[in-house]
């Protein structure tokens, strides 16, 4: 069994990652966003690809979900490709983040 270390606050139970794709043309924004994404609690890393154009992502989805992200990249100008793949991706996204923090407030019902 391999030990891997978070940031504080991060637990490896509800660990997610997650890739984006965002559109062209956001270079400046990009950076002032993945940095200001950095600096949230519960967050495990953040890096971008250029290249690729993919913002990739590891958080702790009790604490922050997709669309904390997205408002950010919002409030920064940066825009989500609008590709029919991401969408279903965020959408995915969205439901596995709320059902983290579901289960995180559900009390086990039985001792088994």
């Not at 504080?8 to 990652?17: D, R």
Request: glycine share 8%; proline share 4%; hydrophobic share 35%.
């Amino acid at each position: 069994m391999s030990h891997h270390d978070h940031r504080p606050g991060v637990s490896e139970a509800s660990l997610v990652t997650r890739k984006l794709k965002v559109m062209p043309g956001a270079a400046v924004q990009i950076s002032a966003a993945v940095s200001e994404i950095d600096t949230l609690s519960g967050l495990d890393g953040v890096s971008y690809d250029p290249g690729h154009r993919k913002l990739h992502l590891a958080y702790d989805a009790k604490k922050l979900g997709i669309d904390d992200i997205e408002a950010i990249l919002a409030r920064h100008g940066v825009d989500i490709s609008p590709g029919h793949w991401n969408r279903i991706k965020e959408d995915y996204y969205r439901f596995i983040d709320q059902n983290v923090k579901d289960n995180a407030r559900q009390k086990p019902w039985s001792c088994h």
